[in-house]
């Protein structure tokens, strides 16, 4: 396999010109935990001066340092000979305090003169040097280009040995820190291997490009266990057979940033589930509820062309036999504000322009359609098109799939007929009809259309647009409404209508794929949701989002902790449960009553006079005291997330958060002779009926009372979590490689803060706080049995294995003896890999020297031998001279 590593990377590590990852089946493989093999590959390759005999030393619980757990600083540096690290260092090895840094396994690194460190460039990038020297708090490294620099050696990290050069296991890294994650994942992702692990969890880095990774052949390895690197496949693999053997549902989690990959990762996922457990059909109905969803909750972004506006869940019911039964979909938070406004470059909703593409001519007659240039909603970002897609093929692809679902073809009329309403509503315009400047739509087309669209009368939707009846105690008054409000009228009535559509299609969807009497309780499910975000302005949807993301932290926190542990004591090692510290903190900051921050957001949208900037004072003014919150000046404040600090302006959370819908327009969408907006009009009202569990609203006038959008988001983030709760969860974290989406770059920074915010080496770090390294008996004697200098002929593998322990004075706090494994503190086994490379190495020399040897004594042999014929053949031709010269004298004589 080619190298293509990027030129950065290449300057940080030389590869072995012998060096090919080994992603097939058969490489020599160590089980983990979760039953996903880990592989320990090349093992004859030559070793520079990488690894040796650093003992690593990790913290015992998460949270337990205040300093970044991802800080590649903090190497401490003491003088000890190479030869003494051995002996002397296993006799001093501290266990693993809490107190200690985090990533202080690299503390043994620097000491050693001869080894490479990773230096972190003045650009922020990270070179592979060599350390030259160190003397007092300064180390001489020399770096690939020949520069000789001087640096404080704390600030050295150290570097894997090439053995580990692309694991596909972050947890078999010997050292693990920021740039040798980096350069990890760089080197997988350089031979398109966009799979790795991180402990339990699978990373995948978005390859921005078709990889020859899927299909039939893949699913088909993945599902005979013939192919065990990392992959989707594998994971949905893991959940089905979980699902089957412990009778548990599962869940596959999908988190990271716009762009990462989460929805096509999701895509992989079913497409394995649906190859396994099809059969009955409905599997093919599954799959094309992504056509349908991508096109009415997707959008063009700056991040990304197809960019998910929704959260989802899916959940995939299966039958006895292990067949699915039928499916269930759940969406969170709808990006509603984007139907009336999108920034420049970015697009709407991608079913509009795929209408006003794809729609045949008697549907544009139907619908008065025409070009999306002529709809004021689609034109103010001035993007219309996305590189590569046909709209107009779209359509037919989403109208197909609604075929599938069983969308009668009447229903998707009225659907198209909702979508043109909504985008002729955006060109109403409005007209001042007094010198109050209260205004009235103008009567033209716009308008006539919108009321034939929905089944209203002209007249009542003028009225809905330009006036509001409001009641104060049992009078009713109308108040006219001027064109900022009237402005607002209009796109609170376009964002209801298209969420309502969206809420009706998810709903008609659910009908088609429900599971009915087949219904076995057991079910597989992925959630797509969206991961942390943290830009240089957040709003509300970024505080929504990033409140969702400290809830499912705490459910990946949760379980992983279990998982190691359980493991443990299966296997029977003698373990302390580690205590983890959580970000309950945080979460509570959000949840708590009545001094939450959702709390007070509510609070603040009961008052008719409050607003944003109230709004961040009383936050400013209860919640200083949480160590969580900072507040900042004017309407910032400030949230410590587990991920890092987020800062939000409050502007425009009061009317994002209550969301209202003016009750005279549910009114106007209930009096109309179409179905759908009546249909939307009832679950509107339902909804403001229902049992009031968060607070109630009544800025808006008399019946529109509801729950707000953070109550409303926080019930149903509490619902998914108790379903999540109830399962076994598999853990994908997409990560995005370069914001330019674009195959082959990979930007270290931002791989880097995706993988802090994501806590990617959070996990690893915790989980290799136990005990990370696991081998069996049989492979462990089969390894390092030969180093041994009893015999051990007769001897079965778990005594092998504890006289191997023994010889080498392994500290009993290193590693504990299971039942049918090993396990290893961080970086113990680099200790034997290391002893045992440098005895094959001793083996591979006495041959040699012995070889050499053998050789000079024959050339010696060989050399007398040539010599001796040499005078043997001297001496013949001497005779022969001689007899002929007395045969001439004895002819003369005669
Ligand atoms: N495994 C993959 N193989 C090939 N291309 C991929 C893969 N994963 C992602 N991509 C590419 O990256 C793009 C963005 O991926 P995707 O839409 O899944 O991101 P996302 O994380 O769901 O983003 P958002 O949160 O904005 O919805 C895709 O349209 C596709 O071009």
Redesign the pocket.
């Known amino acids: 396999m080619s190298q293509k590593v990027t030129p950065f990377m290449q300057s940080l590590k030389s590869l072995p010109a012998d060096y090919r990852f080994d992603g097939s089946p058969v490489s020599d493989r160590l089980e983990n935990s979760s039953g996903a093999s880990v592989r320990l590959t090349n093992s004859n390759v030559p070793r520079k001066g990488g690894l040796r005999n650093g003992v690593s030393r990790t913290d015992t619980a998460a949270g337990d340092s205040e300093d970044s757990p991802y800080s590649g600083h903090g190497v401490f540096v003491e003088e000890q000979s190479l030869t003494d690290d051995v002996d002397s260092g296993a006799a001093t090895m501290p266990l693993p305090q809490s107190d200690e840094r985090r990533w202080s396994d690299t503390s043994a690194y620097a000491r050693k003169k001869i080894l490479q460190s990773w230096i972190q460039l003045p650009n922020g990038n990270w070179e592979l040097g060599k350390i030259l020297s160190t003397s007092g708090e300064e180390s001489v490294i020399s770096l690939p280009e020949g520069k000789v620099i001087k640096v404080i050696s704390e600030t050295l990290v150290p570097a894997n040995p090439d053995i580990l050069d692309g694991v596909d296991d972050l947890m078999q890294l010997s050292y693990l820190n920021e740039p040798s994650v980096l350069y990890n994942l760089n080197y997988r992702y350089n031979q398109d291997m ?1 799979y790795t692990k991180a402990g339990p969890v699978l990373v ?1 880095v ?6 020859p ?2 299909g039939n052949r893949y699913i088909e390895a993945y599902r005979k266990k013939s192919n065990e690197s990392p992959h ?1 496949y594998a994971i949905a693999d893991t959940a089905i057979r979980e699902m089957i053997r412990d009778e548990v549902n599962q869940s596959i989690i ?1 988190s ?13 996922a079913m497409q394995y589930l649906a190859a396994l457990g099809g059969g009955s059909g409905i599997e093919y109905e599954i799959l094309k509820t992504n056509p349908i969803l991508e096109a009415f909750g ?1 959008a063009k ?1 700056l ?7 929704f959260g989802k869940l899916i959940e995939i019911h299966f039958s006895e036999s292990g067949k699915i039964s039928g499916a269930q979909i759940q969406t969170f938070l709808l990006e509603k504000s984007r139907v009336v406004q999108c920034a420049e470059g970015e697009r709407s909703y991608h079913i509009f322009y795929q209408l006003c593409a794809g729609a045949s001519p008697a549907l544009r007659e139907k619908l008065n359609l025409t070009s999306a240039h002529e709809y004021k909603y689609l034109g103010q970002s001035n993007c219309y098109s996305i590189n590569g897609v046909d709209d107009a093929e779209r359509f037919h692809t989403v109208k197909e799939a609604l075929d599938i679902v069983h969308v009668s073809k009447e229903d998707q009329e009225s659907v198209f007929a909702m979508l043109a309403a909504v985008l002729w509503l955006g060109n109403v315009s409005f007209t001042v009809i007094d010198n109050e400047n209260h205004v009235e739509p103008v009567a033209d087309e716009s308008l006539s259309t919108v009321a034939k669209l929905i089944g209203c009368n002209i007249n009542e939707l003028t009225l809905t647009l330009s006036k509001r009846n409001m009641r104060v105690r049992n009078d009713t008054i109308v108040q006219k409404l001027t064109l900022p409000q009237a402005i607002d009228a209009r796109d609170a009535l376009a964002k209801s209508i298209y969420s309502c559509l969206f809420d009706w299609l998810v709903e008609q969807i659910n009908k088609s794929l429900a599971v009915g009497k087949r219904r076995t309780g057991r079910s597989i499910s992925i959630l ?1 949701i ?2 942390f975000e943290s830009f240089d302005k957040n709003s509300f949807e970024q505080f929504c989002i990033n409140y969702a993301n400290e809830r499912l932290q705490q459910h990946f926190n949760r379980h992983l902790f279990k998982l190691e542990q359980e493991e443990y004591i299966q296997d029977g090692i003698d373990w302390t449960r580690v205590d983890f510290e959580d970000n309950q903190n945080c979460l509570s900051l959000f949840e708590k009553k009545p001094l939450g921050l959702l709390s007070l957001l509510d609070e603040e949208s009961t008052f008719p006079n409050g607003t944003d900037l109230t709004l961040a004072n009383k936050l400013k003014q209860h919640l200083q005291s949480n160590s969580c919150f900072r507040g900042d000046k004017g309407k910032l404040f400030t949230v410590v997330h587990y991920a890092g600090e987020v800062t939000y302006e409050t502007t425009g959370f009061l009317e994002k958060n209550r969301d209202l819908l003016h009750s005279d327009s549910i009114q106007l969408l209930s009096s109309c002779s179409c179905l759908l907006p009546q249909a939307f009009a009832s679950s509107m009202l339902i909804q403001s009926e229902k049992p009031v569990v968060g607070p109630l609203y009544k800025a808006g006038g008399a019946d529109s009372q509801r729950l707000s959008v953070a109550t409303k988001f926080k019930s149903q983030l509490f619902q998914l979590m108790q379903r999540l709760g109830n399962t076994t969860p598999h853990f994908i974290r ?1 990560i ?1 490689p370069n914001n330019i ?1 674009s195959p082959g770059v990979y930007e270290q920074g931002l791989v880097l803060q995706q993988l802090r915010c994501c806590g990617v080496l959070e996990v690893v770090r915790i989980s290799r706080s136990g005990f990370p390294t696991r081998m069996s008996h049989q492979k462990f004697s089969r390894r390092y049995g030969f180093l041994l200098v009893e015999n051990i002929a007769d001897r079965d593998p778990l005594s092998v294995s504890v006289a191997i322990l023994h010889q080498f004075n392994i500290l009993p706090e290193m590693y504990q003896v299971g039942y049918t494994k090993l396990f290893f503190r961080t970086g113990q086994i680099g200790v034997l890999e290391d002893t045992r490379n440098r005895t094959l190495h001793g083996i591979l020399r006495v041959q040699s020297s012995f070889r050499g040897y053998q050789a000079r004594c024959l050339l010696k042999e060989l050399k007398r031998g040539i010599s001796i014929l040499q005078s043997c053949i001297t001496l013949l031709s001497q005779v022969i001279t001689l007899v002929l010269h007395l045969n001439l004298i004895v002819m003369e004589i005669l």
């Open positions: 966009i995948a978005n390859p921005f490009k078709e990889v990774l899927y989707v999908i990271g940033e716009s762009g990462a990959g989460k929805t096509e990762t999701a895509k992989i997707n972004t991040r990304n062309d197809n960019s998910s506006r797509d969206y991961g997409c995005k989406q």
